[in-house]
Nanobody, 127 residues
Framework: QVQLVESGGGLVQPGGSLRLSCAAS????????MAWFRQAPGKEREFLAA????????YVTHSVKGRFFISRDNGKNTVSLQMNILKPEDTAVYYC????????????????????WGQGTQVTVSS
């Protein structure tokens, strides 16, 4: 059973940065796309970014493109989300997720395309 554990959330001032990490306890980590989502209070869970199983490409949604960057280390079974120039509207619980399909070339953005989820880490952007 896959376990994903996020870390790195916290309180940050507007304009600041945070780096979230997600550690996966599965030997086949390098075979799956990984993604980050977030969910703000009263809102649906929102796709942010996905990274190819090899790490050679990624896709970042338009609303955070240029501020958020996804990366992975297959040797350490980790995926990270670097978040810069944070805004109050970035306040949410952030989740990492592992895709259902292995060795695919297609980035997926629907919640139902992901089989495993972390417990989430809270990010609060406030002065």
């Amino acid at each position: 059973q896959v376990q994903l554990v996020e870390s790195g959330g916290g309180l940050v001032q507007p304009g600041g940065s945070l780096r979230l990490s997600c550690a996966a306890s599965v030997d086949t980590f390098a075979l799956y796309h990984m993604a980050w989502f977030r969910q703000a209070p009263g809102k649906e869970r929102e796709f942010l970014a996905a990274i190819h199983w090899s790490g050679r490409s990624d896709y970042v949604t338009h609303s955070v493109k240029g501020r958020f960057f996804i990366s992975r280390d297959n040797g350490k079974n980790t995926v990270s989300l670097q978040m810069n120039i944070l805004k109050p509207e970035d306040t949410a619980v952030y989740y990492c997720a592992m895709a259902k399909e292995r060795l695919t070339e297609t980035f997926r953005m629907r919640i139902t395309d992901y089989a495993a989820w972390g417990q989430g880490t809270q990010v609060t952007v406030s002065s």
